[in-house]
Protein backbone atom coordinates (compact mmCIF):
# COMPACT_ATOMS: atom_id res chain seq x y z
CA UNK A 1 0.00 0.00 0.00
CA UNK A 2 0.92 3.75 -0.62
CA UNK A 3 2.06 5.73 1.65
CA UNK A 4 -0.30 8.93 2.04
CA UNK A 5 1.52 12.43 1.13
CA UNK A 6 0.70 14.68 4.22
CA UNK A 7 1.31 18.18 4.98
CA UNK A 8 -0.19 21.70 5.53
CA UNK A 9 0.34 25.43 6.64
CA UNK A 10 3.19 26.62 8.76
CA UNK A 11 1.00 27.26 11.77
CA UNK A 12 -1.07 23.68 11.60
CA UNK A 13 -4.10 25.14 11.24
CA UNK A 14 -4.71 23.69 7.56
CA UNK A 15 -4.16 20.20 6.84
CA UNK A 16 -4.45 17.67 4.32
CA UNK A 17 -4.07 13.78 3.34
CA UNK A 18 -4.03 12.47 -0.19
CA UNK A 19 -4.08 8.14 -0.37
CA UNK A 20 -2.70 8.19 -4.04
CA UNK A 21 0.32 8.62 -5.61
CA UNK A 22 0.77 12.18 -7.66
CA UNK A 23 0.36 11.70 -11.81
CA UNK A 24 2.85 14.92 -11.68
CA UNK A 25 5.57 16.64 -10.05
CA UNK A 26 6.76 19.91 -11.54
CA UNK A 27 8.17 23.01 -11.06
CA UNK A 28 6.36 25.94 -12.91
CA UNK A 29 7.97 29.38 -13.59
CA UNK A 30 5.32 31.33 -15.23
CA UNK A 31 5.09 34.76 -13.42
CA UNK A 32 1.84 33.98 -11.40
CA UNK A 33 4.12 31.41 -9.86
CA UNK A 34 7.21 33.44 -9.20
CA UNK A 35 4.77 35.99 -7.29
CA UNK A 36 2.98 33.30 -5.30
CA UNK A 37 6.17 32.27 -4.16
CA UNK A 38 8.04 35.12 -3.83
CA UNK A 39 10.97 33.77 -6.08
CA UNK A 40 11.88 32.31 -9.18
CA UNK A 41 9.09 29.58 -9.44
CA UNK A 42 6.58 27.12 -7.79
CA UNK A 43 6.86 23.41 -7.08
CA UNK A 44 3.93 21.10 -7.27
CA UNK A 45 2.68 17.48 -6.54
CA UNK A 46 -0.61 17.04 -9.46
CA UNK A 47 -3.02 14.22 -7.73
CA UNK A 48 -6.52 12.70 -9.35
CA UNK A 49 -9.37 11.75 -7.61
CA UNK A 50 -9.51 15.09 -5.82
CA UNK A 51 -12.37 12.58 -3.87
CA UNK A 52 -10.25 10.91 -1.87
CA UNK A 53 -8.15 14.29 -0.56
CA UNK A 54 -8.95 14.85 3.31
CA UNK A 55 -8.63 18.28 4.29
CA UNK A 56 -8.89 20.10 7.64
CA UNK A 57 -9.05 23.61 8.77
CA UNK A 58 -10.61 26.56 6.92
CA UNK A 59 -8.50 27.96 4.54
CA UNK A 60 -8.84 31.02 2.43
CA UNK A 61 -8.85 30.95 -1.87
CA UNK A 62 -8.39 33.07 -4.39
CA UNK A 63 -8.27 32.87 -8.26
CA UNK A 64 -5.65 33.43 -11.09
CA UNK A 65 -6.38 32.68 -14.59
CA UNK A 66 -3.21 31.25 -17.08
CA UNK A 67 -2.55 32.49 -20.30
CA UNK A 68 -4.91 30.73 -21.98
CA UNK A 69 -7.85 31.96 -19.41
CA UNK A 70 -8.42 28.87 -17.35
CA UNK A 71 -8.93 29.88 -13.58
CA UNK A 72 -6.81 28.53 -10.70
CA UNK A 73 -7.83 28.54 -7.67
CA UNK A 74 -5.19 29.18 -4.83
CA UNK A 75 -6.09 28.21 -0.95
CA UNK A 76 -4.01 29.57 1.82
CA UNK A 77 -4.01 30.01 5.04
CA UNK A 78 -5.43 32.48 6.92
CA UNK A 79 -3.49 32.53 10.20
CA UNK A 80 -0.37 32.24 8.94
CA UNK A 81 -0.69 32.91 4.88
CA UNK A 82 1.31 30.02 3.68
CA UNK A 83 0.26 28.70 0.50
CA UNK A 84 -1.18 25.39 0.44
CA UNK A 85 -2.90 23.78 -2.58
CA UNK A 86 -4.41 24.54 -5.64
CA UNK A 87 -7.53 23.27 -7.81
CA UNK A 88 -8.36 23.96 -11.12
CA UNK A 89 -12.42 24.60 -11.96
CA UNK A 90 -12.13 23.52 -15.38
CA UNK A 91 -10.67 19.86 -14.25
CA UNK A 92 -12.30 19.30 -11.18
CA UNK A 93 -10.79 16.26 -10.31
CA UNK A 94 -7.06 17.33 -9.96
CA UNK A 95 -5.46 18.91 -6.90
CA UNK A 96 -2.44 19.69 -6.70
CA UNK A 97 -0.24 20.76 -3.58
CA UNK A 98 2.69 23.01 -2.66
CA UNK A 99 5.79 20.90 -2.45
CA UNK A 100 7.27 22.98 0.77
CA UNK A 101 3.55 22.47 1.96
CA UNK A 102 4.51 18.65 2.36
CA UNK A 103 5.65 17.07 5.93
CA UNK A 104 8.08 15.37 4.35
CA UNK A 105 8.92 17.38 1.56
CA UNK A 106 11.92 15.10 0.59
CA UNK A 107 9.06 13.18 -1.07
CA UNK A 108 9.06 16.09 -3.87
CA UNK A 109 11.21 14.41 -7.51
CA UNK A 110 10.16 17.14 -10.55
CA UNK A 111 9.72 15.57 -13.36
CA UNK A 112 9.74 18.55 -15.17
CA UNK A 113 9.40 22.44 -15.73
CA UNK A 114 6.49 24.50 -17.07
CA UNK A 115 6.89 28.16 -18.33
CA UNK A 116 10.33 28.10 -19.41
CA UNK A 117 10.04 30.84 -21.74
CA UNK A 118 9.57 32.98 -18.02
CA UNK A 119 12.62 32.16 -16.12
CA UNK A 120 14.58 34.07 -14.33
CA UNK A 121 18.49 33.66 -14.63
CA UNK A 122 19.14 33.22 -11.14
CA UNK A 123 16.41 30.91 -10.51
CA UNK A 124 18.76 27.55 -11.47
CA UNK A 125 16.43 24.58 -11.81
CA UNK A 126 18.34 21.02 -12.90
CA UNK A 127 19.08 21.06 -16.44
CA UNK A 128 18.27 17.40 -16.60
CA UNK A 129 14.67 18.22 -16.38
CA UNK A 130 12.40 17.97 -19.18
CA UNK A 131 11.09 21.61 -19.92
CA UNK A 132 8.06 23.20 -21.91
CA UNK A 133 8.30 26.61 -22.84
CA UNK A 134 4.68 27.41 -22.03
CA UNK A 135 2.09 24.69 -20.56
CA UNK A 136 2.05 21.99 -22.63
CA UNK A 137 -1.63 21.18 -24.53
CA UNK A 138 -3.30 18.28 -23.14
Known sequence: MTQSYSG???C???RYDIPSEPVSQLHCQCRDCQRMSGTG???????????DVTLTG????WE??????????RAF???CGSPVYMTF?????????????LDDPSRFSPQKVMYHSR???????????????????R
Open 77 to 79: CSN
Open 41 to 51: HGSYLAFLGRG
Open 64 to 73: TADDSGSVKT
Open 8 to 10: GCA
Open 58 to 61: EAKH
Open 119 to 137: HLAWDVIDPALTTFEKMPT
Open 89 to 101: PSMPDVFAIHAAS
Open 12 to 14: GAN
